[in-house]
């Protein structure tokens, strides 16, 4: 078994998982060092998708070499590889849809949520081309709401999200290409009969079958959920929190909201402050709130609810002892937190009728019935209170102050404080300049193999070293602000003139510095870089896919990480993995993925313009995404 130190830079994680292991309780950590790897399925060539089967071909050429259907290497890996893609662009259509459905649910009065941005409501209706003037704000949100669930249903044209929300640029490519999306089920009910026995067996259309599925997720997903949630629950602006452990507080009733959607952590947030008063006649001294993964991204981007901790140490959490209980929605729960629970008096409280944990307990929330959902909710936690076992009590004093709330809005509303005419003008002189040489999303997990926060942290210093203006996303930003790459603290780790800007923008706003990377949301909210591209590239009249820009998910264990990737590709943007995106047992689909066939067949980077990364160490990762930012900038005719 690894040690703490080796499983996490966490000094908080450590101290948990220490008391975890004295304690006999088993997480996450301990199962993956239990678990060794398939070298079949870790490399993609293992097919399983009918009776026949599992078929595996061994990539070395000994034994059989296709499937008892015929079916060859490539094919099994491009279709393993696109079943990865599906299932992760499905969870996030998923979420636009529910938001969507919501929205329409508020709008027509039967879910008690209201519109906290009107002027985002408005600028959205815009772009989808909905008549604004004169109508009612609820009239405005219901066809706004009506345009969105469009994208689930109409059975001809292009999603009205992918429209909207596209580069014109981009969009035409995709067109020549055949690729542009109908609706998000239509195309992923395609995705999965694609994938079933007998249907493609073409791995180049497989393969672009995988890059609707990034397109199906970016729009569907990404920016729906991101657009809608913003009209209902308010853009976020900058705020200043606390991130790990030490923001669970042993006089208070603790509960964490655990998952994806604001529509219940908001719900949360509200009843945890209306019910007070019968948390302090419980002998409490009040409700505290505290978010893991990216609902907690959520939380912290709209209300400043401190984040406790990320996916990879989720059950550590309970091990404290003081967690009264951890409600759940919908994706990156971890099963095993019901065991740990066990252990110690925390209730687990599942919400959505189709995400179940045996054992846990189950409050069915629905927009319609949010209210008494989270009420009940919260009381569970209350009653649960007096369970606690003060022996077990343990809480790390870890916490670090982070900045965040950096939605596009945020960040241009900052720069006009510095040219108000031409907000992004300083923006884009300090690129053509070189002051800062590129950008660069950190996106994505952690992950219970991988050293926590080693990846992601490593890979933000070296970027930022070498003046590349840094923003984050999902978990991958709770590494970052964990260790003090989200306040002034981290300033140490920036050239020279990335040094600068953030000082020159953040002094413009009344603040030291802007933080040295930038917290722009959830997994979703990876709209929101997107739309910074996309403004830029406008402005510059380029294409995205010419922009000194990457992405990069160093830590990633999740599919939804892989279909985001796979969007910002369809761009080409140059993505940049850590964890192994099981192909490798195809020399060809992983060539055509990293562009780097020398034959005449298409590729990415030919095709797009940017190319899959697939590098395990964080400073030659870097290395690589600075060589590409160079080249871009050379292409562009700028200085290097
Ligand atoms: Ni993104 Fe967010 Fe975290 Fe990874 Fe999971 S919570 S949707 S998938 S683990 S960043
Ligand atoms: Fe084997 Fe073909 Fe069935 Fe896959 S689809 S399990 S390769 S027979």
């Known amino acids: 078994a690894r040690t703490v130190e080796e499983v996490s830079m966490d000094p908080a994680v450590q101290q948990l998982l220490t008391k975890a292991r004295q304690e006999g309780v088993e997480t996450a950590f301990d199962r993956a060092d239990a ?3 398939c070298g079949f399925g870790a490399t993609g060539v293992c097919c399983n998708h009918c009776l026949e089967g599992p078929c ?14 015929g079916a060859s290497l490539d094919t099994i890996v491009a279709r393993n590889f696109l079943m990865k893609l599906t299932e992760g662009a499905a969870p996030h259509a998923e979420h636009g849809r529910e938001v969507a459905l919501a929205l329409l649910e508020a709008a027509e009065g039967k879910a008690p949520y209201e519109i906290r941005d009107p002027q985002k409501l408005l600028r959205v209706a815009d772009g989808l081309g909905i008549e604004t003037h004169g109508r009612e704000v609820n009239e405005i949100a219901r066809a706004v709401a009506l345009k969105a669930l469009e994208d689930f249903q109409q059975q001809t044209g292009v999603l009205n999200w992918l429209r909207y929300r596209g580069q014109k640029k981009s969009v035409a490519k995709w067109e020549e290409l055949g690729l542009l999306p109908v609706n998000a089920h239509l195309e992923i009910a395609q995705s999965v009969t694609r994938t079933a026995m007998g249907c493609d067996a073409d791995p180049l259309n497989l393969l672009l079958g995988g890059l609707r599925m990034g397109l199906v997720d970016g729009y569907s997903g990404l920016h729906m959920s991101t657009d809608l949630q913003d009209i209902l629950f308010g853009t976020p602006t900058a705020v200043k929190a606390e991130y790990n452990m030490g923001v669970l507080d042993a006089k208070k009733i603790n509960i964490a909201v655990h998952g994806h959607l604001p529509l219940l952590s908001e719900k949360i947030v509200t009843w945890a402050k209306q019910l007070r008063h019968e948390a302090l006649a419980a002998g409490s001294e009040g409700i505290n709130l505290v978010g893991v993964c990216c609902t907690g991204n959520e939380l912290l981007m709209r209300q400043g609810v401190p984040v406790a901790t990320s996916f990879s140490s989720q059950e550590l959490v309970i091990v404290s002892g003081v967690l009264e209980a951890m409600v759940v929605d919908v994706q990156c729960i971890m099963p095993g937190i019901q065991q740990v629970a066990e252990c110690y008096h925390t209730e687990i409280i599942t919400t959505l009728p189709y995400v179940k944990i045996p054992g846990a307990n189950h409050v069915d929330f629905h927009p319609d019935n949010a209210d008494e959902a989270a009420q009940a909710i919260v009381r569970r936690a209350i009653a649960n209170y007096g369970k606690r076992n003060p022996d077990k009590v343990a809480i790390p004093t870890v916490k670090t ?28 002189d300090a690129i053509v300049s070189g002051q800062i040489r590129g950008v660069a999303a950190i996106v994505g997990c952690t992950n219970p193999r991988e050293q926590q926060n080693v990846g992601n942290v490593a890979v933000a210093r070296e970027l930022l070293k070498h003046n590349v203006l840094v923003v984050a996303t999902g978990c991958s930003a709770h590494s970052l602000a964990k260790h003090d790459l989200m306040n002034e603290k981290g300033l140490e780790y920036c050239g020279e003139g990335l040094r600068a800007v953030l000082k020159a923008v953040g002094n413009a706003v009344g603040m030291e510095s802007l933080p040295p990377t930038l917290h722009m949301g959830s997994c979703v909210d990876n709209s929101r870089p997107a739309d910074l591209l996309t403004t830029i590239a406008d402005t510059l009249d380029v294409h995205i896919g010419q922009l000194p820009v990457v992405g990069t998910c160093p830590e990633t264990h999740s599919p939804k990480a892989l279909s985001i990737g796979t969007y910002f590709l369809a761009h080409g943007v140059d993505v940049h993995v850590g964890v192994s995106p099981q192909v ?54 700028l200085s290097v």
Request: glycine share 10%; with cysteine.
């Open 401 to 428: 102050e982070a900045y965040a709330g950096f939605s596009v809005e945020q960040i241009v509303g900052a720069l006009s404080a510095l040219n108000e005419q031409n907000p992004l003008a300083p923006l884009l």
């Open 584 to 637: 490798k047992g195809s020399e060809w689909v992983t060539q055509t993925l990293t562009g780097d066939r020398t034959d005449e067949e298409l590729n990415l980077d030919k095709l797009f313009g940017g190319k899959l990364i697939y590098e395990t160490d964080p400073f030659l990762a870097a290395q690589k995404m600075l060589d590409r930012i160079d080249l871009k900038r050379r292409a562009l005719g």
């Open 35 to 37: 678990h060794t790897a």
């Open 56 to 69: 595996r071909i061994a990539p070395n050429g000994k034994g059989p070499q296709r499937g008892i259907c």
